[in-house]
């Protein structure tokens, strides 16, 4: 099946299986390694991407179902050398260790900024439910969110 | 975890949808019940008819006293609709608690409802709204009550060929006070029981009292005996105690790896009485 998706501001037409999962599109067809599988089984998080400003976990879609959408990948998220603001927190607050979640979680994070540009703690931690991480422990992760909550802000 | 191979449609409007649903494909709506089954393999069907982006399946709307859902609406609608947190907040409050920000963003009401996990959230709340779910097929259209609609575990009243379409809520009584408590299951977000309370106080005394549980028992349910406990008295810290005891009387209470039987009868217990609580906290 034919389908055309804006990915970071370029358009992609590809045919596709409708068994393809949007994960496996966005990592083998069109090459983008920045969201990754972590679980397969839609807990992990690691997989999130935008989609249409919504955050989804990509392992959990078909890429049919993204025909017409506009996506967003981490890849996506710098602009012209500069990074996001909340991939800059990451950076300054050691929001990651290994690495691996932290595409996820910056998506998860973007979103809930977007939605709420101040949010608590409790907030944070509630709007993070869909991501796991292995190594931080969490509040390095949260300590960034804040950090990226204030810089937006200021 | 490749599923097996499908067809896939993508109709623009419901009745080209019912259509390919009356000759036996599936509906696909936000995919986050069904692709984890396809993944496993649990679900191998043939055709898949995508019924999650149909604009005529996604709204909400206020119509001379109760509430229209449309099935595709996202558990984020229900849930930051200023509508529903105004005049039905148990709904908002119930989707809220739904898996996570990405399950929340994708998941729908209608394919929840359809779904009939043990464990899902909407069905509590539905059963305590007293809430009415429209089943539309090709060429039908019915409506029937919830307390009708779940009937086993993945076992619902419709019948082949129709889909969920809408849910319809009550606009809430100025003074009745709701709540929805839920132990979750930490790895998946699930209910190991979750209770929801609806009530109505007058001159000091509870005069309805609406409980809707879930995850305990093969099918969500309403705890009759429980209510008729709570209904007459002031809902004293020994009322909602007698009547949080009563809440799994006549149900056989599931049992899994995560909680045993008696387990689940208890938290069951525990959350029936928070939910009381903070819904009375919350009567005019
Ligand atoms: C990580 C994770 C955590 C979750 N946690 C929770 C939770 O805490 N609580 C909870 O309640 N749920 C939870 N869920 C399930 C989630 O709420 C699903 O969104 C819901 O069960 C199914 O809705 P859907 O729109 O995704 O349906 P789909 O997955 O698209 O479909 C589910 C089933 O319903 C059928 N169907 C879909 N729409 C209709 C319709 N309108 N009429 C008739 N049949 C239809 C499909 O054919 C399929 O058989 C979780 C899911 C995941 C992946
Ligand atoms: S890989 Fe998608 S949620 Fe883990
Ligand atoms: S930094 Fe290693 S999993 Fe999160």
Redesign the interface.
């Known amino acids: 099946m034919k389908i055309t998706v804006n990915i970071n501001g370029k358009r992609y037409s590809n045919d596709v299986e409708p068994r393809l999962l949007l994960i496996h599109y966005l990592r083998e067809v069109v090459g983008l390694t920045g969201p990754h599988i972590g679980c397969e089984t839609s807990l992990c998080g690691a997989c999130t991407i935008e989609l249409n400003g919504k955050a989804v976990k990509s392992c959990t879609m078909f890429a049919v179902q993204a025909d017409g959408a506009n996506i967003t990948t981490i890849e996506g998220l710098a602009a012209n050398g500069k990074l996001h603001p909340v991939q800059e927190a990451f950076w300054n607050e050691h929001g990651l260790q290994c690495g691996f979640c932290t595409p996820g979680m910056i998506m998860a994070s973007k979103q809930i900024l977007d939605r709420n540009p101040n949010p608590t703690e409790e907030e944070i931690r509630h709007g993070l439910e869909g991501n796991l991480c292995r190594c931080t422990g969490y509040q390095h992760i949260v300590n960034a969110v804040k950090a990226a909550a204030k810089a937006v802000g200021a | 975890?490749?599923?097996?191979?499908?067809?896939?449609t993508?109709p623009s409007t419901l009745d080209q949808a019912l259509g390919l649903i009356a000759q036996g494909a599936k509906p696909?709506a936000g995919?986050?019940s069904l692709?984890?089954m396809?993944?496993l393999r649990l679900a191998s069907p043939e055709h898949?008819v995508?019924i999650?982006?149909l604009p005529e399946l996604r709204y909400i709307r206020d119509d001379a006293g109760v509430l229209r859902l449309g099935a595709g609406c996202t558990h984020?609608e229900v849930e930051t609709s200023p509508l529903l947190r105004g005049k039905c907040p148990l709904l908002s409050e119930t989707a809220a608690r739904i898996?996570?920000?990405?399950?929340r963003?994708?998941g729908t009401i209608g394919g929840s409802v359809a779904h009939a996990d043990p464990a899902a959230d909407y069905p509590a709340a539905l059963l305590a709204l007293e809430a009415q779910i429209v089943l539309r097929g090709a060429k039908s259209q019915r409506t029937v009550a919830a307390s009708g609609f779940f009937l086993d575990t993945f076992a619902t009243a419709l019948e082949p060929g129709e889909i969920v379409s809408e849910i319809i809520v009550p606009v809430e009584d100025a003074g009745a006070g709701t709540s929805y408590q839920k132990m979750a299951q930490p790895?998946?977000?699930f209910a190991l029981v979750g209770v929801a309370a609806r009530l109505r106080r007058s001159g000091g005394t509870i005069v309805l009292a609406r409980l809707g549980v879930t995850g305990l028992a093969p099918h969500a349910y309403r705890a009759a005996s429980a209510e008729k406990a709570l209904e007459g008295t002031p809902g004293t810290a020994a009322d909602i105690q007698m009547a949080a005891s009563r809440i799994a009387e006549g149900v056989e209470a599931n049992a899994d790896l995560h909680a045993s039987a008696d387990y689940r009868r208890h938290l069951a217990a525990v959350s029936a009485a928070r939910a009381i609580t903070a819904a009375l906290a919350r009567t005019a």
């Open positions: 975890m490749i599923p097996q191979t499908f067809d896939y993508a696909l995919g986050m692709i984890p396809m993944k898949l995508d999650g982006r984020y898996g996570d920000v990405q399950v963003n994708m790895a998946s977000g």
